[in-house]
């Protein structure tokens, strides 16, 4: 999964771990991706950790600061056979 290989590269602390992770699967399951293989899972990890390294610690404001940057939606994606 794109956000764990990408914690395990950096240097985070538990709190940062813990609301990056929360954020990162509130937001697959939001807009329905459920194909964790899916290159735009990468996508979003990438925007939560950039949104993360702000500061912010919430996971449902990090969640919804990294979906906005995207203009990703519920349904959005195509779905991969």
Request: glycine share 8%; net charge negative.
């Amino acid at each position: 999964m794109a956000i764990y290989r990408l914690i395990e590269s950096g240097s985070y602390g538990p709190d940062e771990i813990k609301a990056m992770a929360a954020a990162y699967e509130t937001a697959l399951v939001e807009i329905g991706l459920v194909d964790r293989d899916n290159p735009f899972t990468e996508l979003i990890a990438n925007s939560i950790l950039t949104i993360a390294a702000t500061g912010e610690r919430d996971p449902e404001k990090i969640k919804e600061r990294a979906l906005r940057a995207l203009g990703t939606r519920v349904g959005d994606l195509p779905k991969r056979a």
